[in-house]
């Protein structure tokens, strides 16, 4: 399937009497588009920044006729590469579509436009005693729209779930320009193709998502957390294992490896801190983060609960947080650590592969093997309740970027092997799709590449995302870097 690439000098000329101002061509405007947080630079040839739903349906509509692509992004925290114009084109910027349209206390839903940071929803949700759960780590700066083209989780899924889970219904403009209504605004609904679960986690490439209506749950009364401190990670996951094999579902469990909990150990909570260096060797261990909510009655008793099984299970420190303001000190380490890794290496290629929960301490057993086969550093943490384990692989030697990208196929070779996946919520975009075959069967390649070609008889949206494709330009993705 061809590519569609940029749009003409004389169709920019038109673009521009036909969106205003809302068309931006300057160059500043062009670099800030250019990037998301995959490390990846892939520059458009314009951008227009969507102020409603006519808009979005207008430039699609020019699309078709003019043969260029369109682009949706959000604000940008993907780390797939799954915004950017590898082709060039027009980058259709959601993130001025921000309303939160209406929080429905009777109904219990938010319907909201796809600019919307997740983490505003949640505070205005809370205002009203309800609660959205999805919380990526990029919560206060991702939006809700890039949260459902991702179907984007974050700690609290292996209670609640991704964000598919939450969205009822949602209007879409398609490919061709056609404005649709998927799902409804009810907890159940079963007529005809589910074409809202379809769109969702489809990295905008079946279509630009322009409201949605969510589910919302009442708020728990209350919310507590605990760290410990483990030996090494084997001893850790078995204390994860054990935890939820003995009739406790926390709302999120994390872990930090070795190297993780190193890097961003200055940032503990100062009484934290003390007791980590007190308690913990300075070699394999692990720290595992455990929240659970509830009423205040029923979450003292399941953290206590916790607190004993980690014992038992050979935890050199327990570490509480007794109060909001503890429980968000440790939230903020954990949620720094992706950050810390960035800026302290020149090559970092993020990976968020998913094994079953019995197989993360396998698969993070066979870290070093890939360390020292590669010569790469590999930093493990993420999600241990749900098995979407947040590999990060990096070098202080920017020539050694053929070595990491190496490296992270190896990853993902491992866990595949294990009975994973290769990405657990981050998406394909361009910076996975080589690998896509690994995991999905040409025949269902095949179907999936009939859906794209029906719904973008042209291509015209989000091309050369998620498929490996031979069209796809020659070296694009190395000359970026």
Not at 246 to 254: D, F, Q, W
Request: glycine share 10%.
């Amino acid at each position: 399937m061809q590519h569609p690439g940029a749009p003409s000098p004389d169709v920019l000329t038109l673009l521009a009497r036909e969106f205003g101002a809302d068309l931006l061509t300057r160059a500043e405007a062009l670099d800030a588009r250019s990037r998301d947080d995959s490390g990846l630079c892939l520059p458009p040839a314009a951008v227009l920044v969507a102020r409603g739903e006519a808009q979005v349906a207008r430039l699609i509509v020019l699309a078709n006729q003019h043969r260029f692509a369109v682009i949706p992004r959000g604000a940008g925290t993907g780390l797939a590469g799954g915004c950017l114009a590898e082709t060039g084109g027009v980058v259709l910027d959601m993130t001025a579509m921000n309303r939160i349209l209406a929080i429905d206390a009777d109904c219990v839903t938010a319907t909201v436009e796809p600019g919307v940071l997740t983490g505003d929803l949640r505070r205005a949700a809370k205002a009203k005693g309800l609660f959205y759960p999805p919380d990526p780590a990029s919560l206060d700066t991702s939006t809700i729209g890039g949260n459902a083209a991702t179907n984007a989780g974050g700690p609290a899924c292996v209670k609640y779930g991704t964000t598919r889970d939450y969205v009822l219904g949602l209007t879409a403009v398609l490919p061709t320009g056609e404005v649709i209504q998927a799902g409804t605004a009810t907890r159940k609904g079963v007529v005809g193709y589910d074409l809202t679960r379809l769109l969702v986690g489809s990295e905008g490439t079946l279509g630009v998502i322009t409201q949605l209506t969510l589910k919302l749950l009442p708020h728990p009364a209350h919310q507590q957390c605990l760290a410990a401190v483990f030996a090494n990670l084997d001893a850790a996951m078995q204390a994860i294992i054990s935890v939820m094999t003995r009739g406790r579902l926390p709302s999120a469990m994390e872990f930090l490896d070795a190297k993780c909990l190193r890097l961003v150990g200055d940032l503990l909570p100062g009484h934290v801190k003390q007791r980590l260096q007190s308690g913990a060797s300075d070699s394999g261990e692990a720290l595992v983060l455990i929240e659970c909510d509830g009423t205040r009655e029923e979450t003292a008793r399941a953290v206590a609960e916790i607190e004993d099984i980690c014992r038992e299970l050979g935890a050199l420190a327990i570490l509480p947080a007794p109060d909001d303001a503890a429980r968000e000190e440790v939230w903020k380490v954990r949620r720094s650590v992706s950050t810390r890794i960035h800026e302290a290496c020149a090559v970092y290629i993020p990976e968020d592969i998913a094994v079953p929960i019995g197989k993360i301490a396998q698969m993070v057993a066979g870290l070093p093997e890939v360390e020292q086969r590669f010569g790469v550093d590999v930093f493990a943490f993420g999600h241990a309740g749900d098995g979407n384990i947040h590999l990060n692989l990096t070098s202080p030697d920017e020539a050694a970027r053929p070595r990491v990208e190496a490296a992270a196929e190896e990853c993902v070779r491992r866990a595949l092997a294990l009975g994973g996946t290769m990405s657990g919520e981050h998406g394909v975009g361009l910076a996975k799709r080589h690998l896509l075959p690994l995991e999905i069967s040409p025949a269902s390649l095949k179907v999936q590449r009939g859906i794209k070609a029906l719904l973008d008889p042209n291509n015209i949206l989000n091309p050369g995302k998620l498929f490996p494709d031979a069209d796809a330009p020659a070296g694009a993705l190395k000359e970026s870097l």
